[in-house]
């Protein structure tokens, strides 16, 4: 069974809440994890049928937008080169206020989606598993993970490098 431990990603609860409400707002969205350029390197919520996940894409999970039963999950994809680097880190999103410029369509709230990170112990690091790319995942090569529920800023997570 996946733990949320085990996930190459997961989502603060304060994250999941501003997620709910662009759901509510815009419909299915996904999060793409930027690699730098016009947003710097965060995480940008968009519209899912206007954003075309490159075929070498990895799939980081899927987070849900809550933890009751209402809860859906919203995928979580980051290019193949910054997967590379960032293989030995969990991404943790979390939300920060925000003056709502810029693209990811939480600005509009006054939010602004932030990606924090968790070391992998060596441990999580041989049990969690590879990101599969969209083309893998399409061509039935890989599995989607499990989606994960929101989690607090506590416990494991307690370490996490901040950003400003």
Same mark, same amino acid.
């Given at each position: 069974?996946?733990? %949320? ?25 996904? +999060? ?6 016009? %947003? ?14 490159? @075929? ?18 919203? @995928? ?20 920060? @206020? ?23 112990? @060596? ?17 039935? %090569? ?10 607090? +800023? ?5 370490? +996490?490098?901040?950003?400003?």
């Amino acid at each position: 069974m996946q733990h %949320e431990d085990c996930s190459r990603v997961v989502m603060t609860r304060a994250a999941a809440d501003v997620l709910r409400r662009v759901r509510a707002d815009n419909g299915d969205v996904i +999060l793409h994890q930027s690699g730098g350029c016009c %947003e710097g390197s965060t995480p940008l919520c968009v519209l899912a049928a206007h954003f075309v996940v490159a @075929p070498a894409d990895r799939l980081l999970g899927s987070v849900l937008d809550g933890v009751d039963a209402d809860a859906r999950p919203t @995928p979580v994809w980051i290019s193949f080169r910054q997967q590379e680097a960032w293989a030995h880190t969990q991404v943790v999103l979390d939300v920060v @206020p925000s003056d709502g410029l810029g693209y990811s369509l939480e600005g509009d709230l006054g939010f602004a989606f932030v990606s924090r990170a968790r070391v992998f112990t @060596p441990e999580e690091l041989a049990a969690v598993a590879p990101a599969p790319s969209r083309q893998q995942l399409e061509d039935g %090569e890989a599995v989607a993970p499990v989606p994960v529920a929101p989690v607090d +800023l506590s416990g494991p997570w307690v370490g +996490l490098c901040s950003l400003p």
